[in-house]
């Protein structure tokens, strides 16, 4: 079984700070692991995914996150935030192509994301 | 625009009845998925169809089904509603040949009462 933890329920960042979103992952296999931003009252939108290439993934609107085996963790991260960057945040894993758990997405719990001017 | 389209974006029904959610995916992606998101279950994986066969199965109840038809649009049926079927539900879809990415829709917000 797979599962994701998201560390924080809320994160507070003021405008240009460092965004950091911390995400772990469990998971019996080699892991895909996403990205998804939510802005209120819409859909998700992907942010960006790791798929077992290069470690450090770089996403849409300045995002990007590493993947790190040996802490199985998947943090994203922003160096300087914008306030239209306010919206929750859902780190995602599946498992790769051929196994049992390809296919669904198991998320976190999401984590919303505050942008003080 | 993702290019996932859903419909309805709102619906409010009374318990015990019946709805019908419709998904369309984006042009060539076979895959289709639902989610629920709820405030105290989180977006929880339903079922997924792949070229008109069911291929995954989540945590969708027995009251709930879906299909995926020849044109690839997909449909979520909801009986028996309760007043916890309350949520907004989703629908993705995701490329052939991919890594699993998926991409969703601006979702169909149920409100039983």
């Known amino acids: 079984a797979q599962s994701v933890t998201q560390l924080g329920s809320h994160v507070s960042v003021s405008e240009g700070a460092l965004v950091l979103l911390r995400c772990n992952y469990s998971?019996?296999?080699?892991?895909?692991l996403f990205w998804y931003v939510q802005y209120p009252n819409q859909g998700l939108q992907l942010l960006l995914k790791?798929?077992?290439?290069?470690?450090l993934v770089k996403g849409i609107n300045g995002f990007e996150a590493e993947f790190k085996k040996s802490e199985t963790s998947f943090h994203l991260t922003k160096p300087s935030a914008h306030m239209s960057d306010a919206a929750e945040y859902f780190c995602?894993?599946?498992?790769?192509?051929?196994?049992?758990?390809?296919?669904?997405?198991?998320f976190g719990q999401g984590t919303i994301l505050t942008v003080h001017p | 625009d993702s290019g996932v389209t859903q419909t309805p974006k709102h619906l409010i029904t009374a318990t015990g009845q019946r709805v019908t959610l419709r998904c369309s995916p984006r042009?060539?992606?076979?895959?289709v998925y639902w989610y629920q998101q709820s405030l105290d279950q989180g977006l929880q994986f339903l079922i997924q169809?792949?070229?008109?066969?069911?291929?995954a199965k989540g945590n969708i109840l027995e009251r709930f089904s879906a299909q995926q038809f020849p044109d690839l649009h997909s449909e979520l049926n909801l009986s028996s509603l309760e007043l916890g079927d309350s949520a907004l539900y989703f629908c993705?879809?995701?490329?052939?040949?991919?890594?699993?990415?998926?991409?969703f829709g601006p979702g169909t917000r149920l409100t039983v009462t």
């Open positions: 790791y798929t077992s290439a290069a470690t």
């Open positions: 995602a894993v599946s498992g790769p192509a051929g196994g049992t758990s390809y296919g669904k997405l198991t």
């Open positions: 998971s019996s296999v080699p892991p895909y």
């Open positions: 042009s060539g992606d076979l895959s």
């Open positions: 169809y792949y070229n008109g066969e069911e291929r």
């Open positions: 993705a879809s995701s490329p052939v040949g991919g890594r699993n990415e998926q991409y």
